[in-house]
């Protein structure tokens, strides 16, 4: 038995979605020093975040 191509994309997608939920879970204090608090931009966790949405809107336009 085979899975249709388009349950690869969407197991992709949640993977990736449990990757950003992973990416939160982890305390503000161990990504950004404590001198950089009130930048948010050296939030690593954004920047993850926004590259997972990417990510997801890749899969999502070519497939």
Not at 32 to 39: C, G, K, L, M, S
Not at 55 to 61: E, G, R
């Amino acid at each position: 038995m085979e899975l249709p191509v388009v349950w690869a994309n969407y197991i992709s997608i949640a993977l990736f979605l449990a990757l950003g939920v992973g990416v939160w879970s982890i305390p503000k204090s161990a990504v950004v020093p404590a001198e950089y608090e009130n930048q948010s931009w050296r939030d690593l966790r954004l920047w993850a975040t926004g590259l997972i949405f990417f990510q997801i809107a890749l899969y999502a336009y070519f497939s």
